[in-house]
């Protein structure tokens, strides 16, 4: 379905996140910023929530921790107990020493590439994937915000245009999208 | 915003825009490569070639023919291996530890310091693995279910313990290294005019819109990241120290190992960063983003880690003549005064003395000084490594067994290509990949850039700077 959408360019973060602030209290719901960098203090203004991506990754770890602890108990332990020197090794406990590095290693092994998947996955960045940025400026100099009239339909289009004019911007454009 | 004290020097010189920092960034990707890079990689190329050369004569002929013998069954592979290993540490340090630490000089430096880790870290995987004489098994050090009675690799073994550390340790800095140059390929793929380069970086760039959700998550995932990678920084070094002080090797059965080896591979990590990027600033122009400053962190890194180090090696001594064991006694006495004295004082001329000279300001100041002490120290740290391995090890519990390590000409060639092919690597890096972390670099450009550093109030004043303390390297204030 196709949308329309307008685009305002900015030249300054500092003034794109005025001009956004000015925006919010206006009641027009922002729907997103392209920026080159990320823009602090942007999320809370136009309503973006904290990634949860830092849960997945505790959970990927604690899922390493698991594997690793599990698979060292059934290699060592249960399949083929080693008996080096005689030293005690009937137990999980008592070789776990050894298995601490290894424990260590794989638990960091899955926390980041699990989180570095999920990641490109959530921000469908994929080897292929086309770019949706709306100017190739965004990735240099330029910020860029983005408005859907279906999200702002109590203001009509003149209205957030002139809205958007008050606040320093450099370029407006407005496109159709799916 | 991010404020910095108006008396600190700027991280950024001159006056620069958002624009200016792509540009500059760019310039040496999109611009035909000068004619010195073609030189240094067809030097590069040729010894790296030779170097692999090398190595499928050793695959062919079998590890005879290093200079190994029945007493000395590890030296040359091994010195290069935990030196190359040590070199890699200062990719992920800078990157995750001074992110922790909220050092923004490492945006600087921290792209091409991170894939000098990643480059080294092959040139160190090489070793073990051509040790193995058979090199296509190489996969039996994987916990893999096979048909030798379901024979497990031994958990208990330090050496597996690295093949966990290290392959953890190059697949998540190379990762880590990733996510930071995908919002940059997606700069460089805007900019690109040829079809076949705006192809390639579209492909690299997975296809980044940098969207308010996409930066969020991108700013998360690189602080999770350096917390996971903080650690691992230190366990990989630790437990490549482990290789020798769990044995009962004397001079190598010490618990001072783990710490004293970390603090040697950061030392020789950030000598390394300091080679290349005095090298890469100047070649690239990129004199105003890597500059005094940037040299003058990294030189007291060098020097705290390096006293770290002296420190280590007074200790070491100190607790061989106070265990009161002959034998641990006689190990390092045999270092400073057996046949291989000059190892032994290169060493300790190098990696003691030399970072000392760093407690002067205008030494640890000086580009040209710094240069030469990287240099010094890497090969301090490459000769602290083979005295603890060879002199170890030629003189064992019998005598009529002692005897002298001589590397052979496949020694010193498997040796030398991997310094070519590490440089190869580079010099494609620094060709085909921003150098620069472009985005983490716009973010201090307010805060930390000359122009716009304390002038009356931020915005597109460009010329609004004036009145900060002056300060000696400040001649490029208006290159702009």
């Known amino acids: ?178 | 915003m991010h404020k910095e004290a108006a008396i600190r020097e700027p991280l950024i010189l001159g006056h620069k825009s958002y624009h200016d920092v792509t540009e500059d960034v760019c310039r040496s990707i999109e611009d035909k490569a000068p004619r010195m890079w073609y030189i240094l990689f067809g030097i590069a190329l040729i010894i790296g070639i030779y170097g692999v050369g090398c190595i499928a004569y050793l695959l062919g002929t079998g590890i005879g023919v290093w200079g190994l013998n029945k007493t000395i069954g590890w030296a040359w592979d091994i010195t290069n291996f935990v030196w190359w290993v040590g070199i890699g540490h200062a990719g992920t340090l800078i990157s995750a530890v001074l992110l922790l630490f909220r050092q923004k000089w490492r945006m600087a430096i921290n792209r091409s310091a991170e894939a000098m880790t990643i480059f080294a870290v092959f040139m160190a995987g090489t070793f073990p693995l051509i040790h193995m004489g058979r090199l296509w098994v190489g996969y039996w050090t994987m916990p893999i279910p096979n048909q030798f009675g379901s024979l497990w690799v031994n958990f208990n073994s330090p050496l597996l313990w690295d093949v966990f550390a290290i392959s953890t340790y190059l697949s998540v800095s190379l990762v880590f290294w990733y996510i930071g140059l995908i919002p940059d390929f997606a700069t460089i793929r805007d900019r690109a005019k040829r079809p076949i380069p705006k192809r390639m970086y579209s492909m690299l760039a997975f296809g980044w819109s940098g969207r308010a959700k996409n930066w969020n998550r991108f700013e998360l995932v690189s602080l999770v990241l350096a917390g996971v990678a903080t650690p691992l920084v230190f366990s990989v070094h630790s437990i490549v120290s482990f290789d020798f002080a769990t044995s009962v090797i004397p001079g190598w059965h010490t618990t001072i190992f783990p710490p004293y080896f970390v603090a040697g591979a950061v030392f020789s990590g950030f000598a390394m960063v300091q080679t290349l990027m005095l090298v890469m600033r100047k070649a690239m122009g990129l004199e105003a983003y890597i500059h005094v400053r940037h040299v003058e962190y990294m030189n007291i890194v060098i020097m705290v880690t390096g006293s770290i180090v002296g420190v280590a090696y007074l200790t070491e001594l100190f607790v061989s003549w106070y265990s009161g064991v002959e034998y641990e006694q006689y190990a390092f006495i045999n270092r400073a005064t057996g046949p291989y004295w000059w190892a032994y004082w290169s060493m300790m001329t190098c990696n003691v003395i030399s970072p000392q000279l760093m407690w002067i300001r205008p030494l640890r100041r000086s580009l040209v000084f710094t240069f030469i002490i990287s240099i010094v120290v890497n090969i301090g740290m490459w000769f602290e490594r083979y005295v603890i391995i060879v002199t170890s090890l030629h003189r064992d519990y019998l005598p009529s067994s002692w005897t002298m390590h001589f590397p052979s000409h496949i020694d010193l060639g498997v040796y030398v290509g991997t310094i070519g092919l590490f440089f190869v690597f580079f010099l494609l890096f620094a060709r085909f990949f921003p150098v620069l972390a472009l985005n983490e670099v716009k973010t201090i450009l307010k805060s930390s850039g000359e122009s716009y550093k304390n002038a009356p109030s931020h915005g597109h004043d460009d010329h609004g700077h004036s009145s900060h303390g002056h300060v000696e390297d400040n001649t490029n204030s208006n290159n702009q």
């Open chain 1, 1 to 178: 379905m196709a949308e329309k959408v307008i685009y305002a360019m900015y030249d300054d973060d500092d003034v794109l996140k005025d001009g956004a602030k000015l925006l919010v209290a206006k009641g027009v719901k922002v729907s997103d910023v392209f920026s080159p960098f990320p823009i602090h203090g942007i999320d809370p203004i136009i309503g973006v929530k904290q990634t949860r991506l830092g849960i997945v990754a505790f959970l990927f770890a604690i899922t390493g921790t698991l594997l690793a602890t599990y698979g060292m108990r059934f290699f060592m332990i249960e399949d083929w107990p080693m008996n080096i020197g005689g030293k005690p090794n009937g137990t999980y406990l008592d070789n776990m020493l050894a298995f601490v590095p290894i424990t260590f290693e794989f638990t960091v092994m899955c926390a980041a590439h699990g989180m570095a998947i999920t990641y490109l996955l959530r921000n469908k960045t994929l080897p292929g994937m086309p770019a949706q940025n709306p100017d190739p400026r965004t990735s240099d100099d330029k910020f860029v915000i983005e408005l859907k009239h279906s999200e702002n339909s109590q203001f009509t289009e003149e209205e957030l245009l002139s809205m958007l004019k008050q606040t320093g911007i450099i370029e407006i454009d407005q496109k159709e999208i799916n």
